[in-house]
């Protein structure tokens, strides 16, 4: 099959290589049907009034007006562009410092890595569960630390519609710094004990070091943790249906419920599928700098 | 490697005659490390704050799950029980109400795991198949579809999610197992191709060209060579699918119903069910029950859990 003498004009052109090409049939579905035909499906019926059922009766952009003079909507992206913008500082501060505090050659190293890496195997639905329960008010963190005195003490934030999506930020931090750390670690470990030599013979304390050499030397690593953070934090979905289902009222709404509750349970598909394609926007925004950044120049390995 | 800063803030502190006897003691070795630094309390204080925060909720999940509930009324959550008792946890798998089924978790669990390993097989089966096609024999086209997959990994699901749908349900199989375990496939594809891709692109290709020479074709190399090969990276793609399909939860809520339901999705319905008094301690049994599986699979796996999420990393 293949092997055949080069050039052009053979007769069984198609049958070439036919193994690998029946291997590939499951990934080009994949890729063709699933991900690039369903991702145009969906764009092009958020032009639509579907309701119950899809239907092609276009309205133009009457859906995305609707979804952005919707509160719960705004909710949402409002509730999603804090969680972001915080998840996103913490986990990358925390994991590069929880990183640099272990790359000190320190004992016990797997162990601390287990331990900070585990709550990373869990589902979002244990994870939110549990801190559901850690931050219950009348059992949780708040009543003990007022039976230990401070009667007033007030750490409430899944019941405050104020601060709710903080208390979903909490458990998502638990969940995941602990893959920051891992790979920021591996980034680390990637720099040359060189650097270290040389910047300890200039005498530069370490936190410069750290700050003005070694950062800038794992720029590839911030931005691919960044991505990864960043393509994790629009999906943000199971968290939120397992700590608070959005509530109190709509107050920890996100993109991702909406677009869930309005296809299966408001049946006003049209709607979701504008909020969706608001989500595919979001990402693309993150996606193709990155992309074009690490693969726009010369064609490296993907 | 701080060893020099460590000692400039110390010489800073001390008198100004331990800047001259460290001038005079010129070159030396390693200075011997102190195990009790103010650097080394402080490097393993922070860690081992840092290392209790995260296992805070573990130790709350297992001690509330312990309880009897007169006690968790009483005490407050971090207090060990007074009281052992096993009943929520028997409750929770056997008896804990979902709805008008009562029969507890035990049955989200069954489904869990005739959800679980088919998918996991089938997917592996599939994307090794497939990576070692684009690492070995590639054909005109295929980086193309491979880069629209991998490009793929990072649309949101709620973007291809009603497609599926009506897809699965040209096919008859949309609500049933089989549909579910197509998705996960689906789903999985991108990491997994890309992973075993890669794996195959490294091995040397000497083998593999000795191996056509010696006329093997397409299914004869990827089962008598690669196969018996790449045994760690199939481990490494085992446990990021088990883990990963285990602790789906918006697939088993879109693609099943309720008698199918994973546990992820059964345990969210029974704790955050509106009716009835509210059992935390049966809750948490539940809680537990479901993150078993996947924590089992992390603390057996080590490393390789490591390696797979680096390499899961990249989908994202």
């Known amino acids: ?302 | 490697m701080s060893d020099i800063v460590a000692f400039n803030s110390v010489a800073d502190e001390a008198a100004p005659q331990a800047q001259t006897d460290r001038v005079i003691a010129g070159p030396r070795g390693r200075k011997p490390r102190r195990a009790l630094s103010g650097r080394n309390i402080m490097i393993y204080g922070t860690l081992v704050v840092v290392a209790l925060y995260y296992l805070l909720p573990l130790y709350v999940m297992v001690i509330t799950s312990l309880k009897g509930m007169p006690e968790i009324r009483l005490g407050n959550i971090f207090a060990p029980p007074v009281e052992i008792t096993f009943e929520p946890w028997v409750k929770a798998w056997a008896s804990a109400c979902t709805g008008l089924n009562c029969d507890g978790l035990s049955r989200g669990f069954w489904n869990s795991v005739r959800i679980t390993v088919p998918s996991t097989l089938v997917s592996i089966a599939i994307a090794s198949v497939n990576g070692y096609a684009l690492a070995n024999w590639r054909f005109k086209g295929a980086e193309l579809f491979f880069t629209i997959l991998i490009v793929g990994a990072f649309i949101p699901y709620q973007v291809m999610i009603y497609p599926i749908v009506i897809v699965l349900r040209e096919m008859g199989v949309y609500g049933t197992l089989t549909g579910l375990i197509l998705v996960h496939t689906i789903f999985g594809m991108p990491i997994l191709t890309l992973l075993f891709r890669n794996y195959f692109a490294g091995l040397p290709e000497e083998l593999f060209k000795a191996a056509r020479v010696d006329g093997a074709g397409f299914w004869t190399i990827y089962f008598k060579i690669m196969l018996p090969m790449s045994l760690p990276i199939f481990v490494v793609a085992m446990i990021l699918q088990v883990t990963g399909i285990w602790n789906d939860f918006l697939f088993g809520v879109v693609f099943t119903r309720p008698e199918y339901y994973p546990m992820t999705v059964q345990l969210n319905n029974i704790v955050n069910s509106v009716q009835g008094v509210k059992e935390y301690n049966v809750n948490m049994a539940a809680t537990i029950l479901t993150g078993a599986v996947p924590l089992f699979v992390y603390f057996v796996s080590g490393r390789l859990f490591v390696r797979g999420i680096a390499a899961g990393a990249v989908k994202g």
């Open chain 1, 1 to 302: 099959m293949a092997g055949h003498t080069q050039g052009s004009g053979r007769p069984n052109q198609w049958l070439r290589n036919l193994n690998a090409k029946i291997a590939s049939v499951p990934m080009i579905l994949t890729a063709v049907v699933i991900f690039l035909g369903g991702t145009i499906w969906t764009v092009v019926y958020s032009f639509t009034n579907s309701k119950l059922l899809p239907r092609l009766s276009f309205v133009g952009l009457d859906q995305y007006e609707r979804l952005w003079d919707a509160p719960r909507w705004l909710v949402s992206v409002q509730n999603l562009a804090i969680y972001g913008i915080f998840s996103l500082i913490f986990s990358l501060v925390i994991g590069f410092v929880l990183a640099a505090l272990m790359d000190q050659k320190i004992r016990f190293e797997n162990t601390f890595r287990t331990i900070m890496l585990y709550p990373f195997a869990l589902s979002f639905i244990v994870t939110g569960l549990v801190w559901q329960w850690m931050l219950n008010p009348e059992f949780g963190i708040q009543s003990v630390v007022r039976s230990l005195g401070w009667e007033t003490f007030t750490f409430d934030p899944l019941y405050n519609a104020d601060i709710v999506i903080y208390g979903i930020l909490i458990a998502a931090l638990w969940q995941g710094t602990g893959l920051v750390m891992c790979l920021m670690l591996a980034g680390l470990r990637g720099i040359d004990e060189d650097i270290w030599k040389a910047a300890r013979v200039d005498g530069i304390p370490m936190w410069k070091t750290y700050i003005f050499v070694v950062i800038p030397m794992m720029r590839g690593v911030f931005i691919t943790t960044l991505v990864i953070i960043a393509s994790g934090i629009v999906k943000v979905y199971d968290l939120v249906v397992a700590q608070t289902s959005g509530g109190p009222g709509i107050a920890s709404e996100v993109p991702a419920k909406y677009v869930y509750d309005y296809m299966f349970q408001a049946q006003n598909l049209g709607q979701g599928f504008a909020a969706s394609t608001m989500m595919l926007i979001t990402v693309a925004i993150i996606i193709v700098p990155w992309a074009y950044l690490e693969f726009g120049g010369g064609r490296k390995r993907v």
